[in-house]
């Protein structure tokens, strides 16, 4: 490898996970040339060939060895192999630990909250950002019900704004995903995938939640050839093909609004027959239905995606029974069968919580994996059954998910975990220390 590697990234408009790449790049002081697909048939084809088939942006090549998508590159990242292909690895040993009053998980908007606050009561926040640098609104191309901004913004915009004025107090950010966090004694103990170890006084979990799949046939091996859980990314890549949106909530109303823009038609697919999304999404899905760019296919579910790497995905098989639910009733003779002829199957089912990094803590978790906290009515409701361990946004709250509410939850952490850190230290100062008898009065 040249002293200098060359590194190319394919790039589309209005691609929230590029600028994670790209914003990758920048931190480690690397220089990159990027090629916006968008709009440029010819650079399209190059990238698809160049990425064995692969369709979705972005896709990253060092010294015209295919890295892949930002998954790919995260993970290299986070084993250390990115840096070595870079010509830029620490040959410091790994481990070295460096102790701070607070680790913030996550870089999403409640965590960013929580920084801004922590920062601002000289807590000296350091922030992870896990495996979606800025979290779910990253992927958000217009957030219209965040107060103050009555023209909406978008979410990408609304974060970065975020992470410059938590640096602008002192928060620190960097690249990096939490593995394990333990509770010794006063301190927690905070392992990287890297193997980088950090100290902390306390730890605010901010971490959210990741996009679930549904687990069928062809749904896997075609993510990324026609699969997605990201609307916003790569439905511009489909434009003029039948696309499936799968879900029922705000996400799957806002992703398949947002795909009729490049769609032919859009099939919201749903296993029930209501939505459960708000009003103002399920007026706007009424509306793509009465324009006729849009079909809702109730009691319905996915069972299997057909295609392959090369020509990406073909088809959908799908099953429906006028009581719902029909995957559960394959025997019900009113259950029928069909396929669904389409290019692209996005899934917008819901997210699980990223708390498994807990484990070590012994944190109370629900049933579903989010982070028991205390609630109620004042202090200390973002307070978990872990003396300094507090938790804030999607990681806690399965019912609102709502920026704002991930914003107040994060503002809550912040000051109960300062209250906390304020009685630590002074219970810290009016103990003897180790070996000293008490004063005696």
């Known amino acids: 490898m040249s002293e200098q590697p060359h590194v190319e990234i394919y790039t589309k408009t209005d691609c929230p996970y590029c600028e994670k790449a790209m914003d990758l790049f920048d931190a480690k002081g690397v220089e990159y040339v990027t090629y916006n697909v968008t709009g440029d048939p010819e650079k399209f084809e190059e990238m698809k060939e160049r990425a064995n088939g692969r369709e979705t942006a972005p896709e990253v090549f060092i010294d015209d060895e295919l890295i892949g998508g930002?998954?790919?590159?995260?993970?290299?990242?986070?084993?250390?192999?990115?840096?070595?292909?870079?010509?830029?690895?620490?040959?410091?040993?790994?481990?070295?630990?460096?102790?701070?009053?607070?680790?913030?998980?996550?870089?999403?908007?409640a965590a960013l909250t929580a920084a801004i606050y922590a920062a601002r009561s000289n807590n000296d926040p350091l922030l992870f950002e896990g495996d979606e640098p800025g979290g779910q609104l990253t992927l958000t191309t217009e957030v219209e019900n965040y107060p103050g901004f009555p023209e909406g913004i978008s979410g990408p915009d609304l974060i970065n704004n975020m992470k410059e004025q938590a640096q602008r107090f002192g928060a620190e950010l960097k690249h990096g995903v939490v593995e394990n966090v333990e509770r010794a004694e006063r301190l927690f103990r905070v392992e990287l995938a890297n193997g980088d170890v950090y100290t902390a006084d306390s730890v605010i979990a901010?971490?959210?939640?990741?996009?679930?799949?549904?687990?069928?046939?062809?749904?896997?091996?075609?993510?990324?050839?026609?699969?997605?859980?990201?609307?916003?990314?790569?439905?511009?890549?489909?434009?003029?093909?039948?696309?499936?949106?799968?879900?029922?909530?705000?996400?799957?109303?806002?992703?398949?609004?947002?795909?009729?823009?490049?769609?032919?038609?859009?099939?919201?697919?749903?296993?029930?027959?209501?939505?459960?999304?708000?009003?103002?999404?399920?007026?706007?899905?009424?509306?793509?239905?009465?324009?006729?760019?849009?079909?809702?296919?109730?009691?319905?579910?996915?069972?299997?995606?057909?295609?392959?790497?090369?020509?990406?995905?073909?088809?959908?098989?799908?099953v429906r029974n006028p009581a719902g639910h029909p995957s559960e009733k394959p025997d019900d003779p009113e259950t029928e069968s069909f396929d669904l002829d389409v290019g692209a199957f996005f899934v917008a089912i819901g997210h699980t919580p990223n708390t498994d990094y807990l484990e070590g803590t012994d944190v109370e978790l629900d049933d579903e994996g989010y982070i028991v906290t205390q609630g109620g009515a004042g202090g200390g409701q973002t307070a978990t059954g872990v003396p300094g361990l507090f938790g804030a946004g999607d990681v806690v709250d399965y019912h609102y998910q709502q920026a704002v509410t991930a914003?107040?939850?994060?503002?809550?952490?912040?000051?109960?975990?300062?209250?906390?850190?304020?009685?630590?230290?002074?219970?810290?100062?009016?103990?003897p220390a180790s070996g000293e008898a008490p004063a005696d009065d």
């Open 206 to 318: 901010a971490s959210g939640a990741s996009a679930r799949t549904l687990g069928i046939p062809g749904e896997d091996e075609l993510m990324g050839y026609g699969v997605s859980t990201c609307a916003t990314c790569d439905g511009a890549f489909f434009r003029g093909e039948d696309m499936v949106v799968v879900g029922g909530g705000d996400a799957a109303a806002e992703e398949a609004s947002f795909l009729t823009k490049f769609a032919d038609t859009v099939y919201l697919v749903h296993r029930r027959d209501e939505l459960r999304a708000e009003d103002y999404w399920q007026e706007r899905i009424e509306e793509h239905v009465e324009n006729g760019d849009m079909e809702v296919l109730w009691n319905t579910e996915a069972t299997e995606v057909h295609g392959s790497p090369e020509d990406g995905v073909e088809s959908v098989s799908l």
């Open 70 to 109: 930002w998954d790919d590159t995260h993970e290299l990242d986070q084993t250390g192999e990115l840096d070595e292909k870079l010509g830029i690895a620490d040959d410091a040993p790994d481990g070295v630990e460096e102790h701070r009053k607070l680790v913030i998980t996550g870089t999403g908007i």
């Open 407 to 431: 914003a107040g939850m994060g503002c809550k952490a912040a000051l109960d975990c300062d209250a906390w850190l304020e009685t630590e230290a002074d219970l810290a100062e009016s103990e």
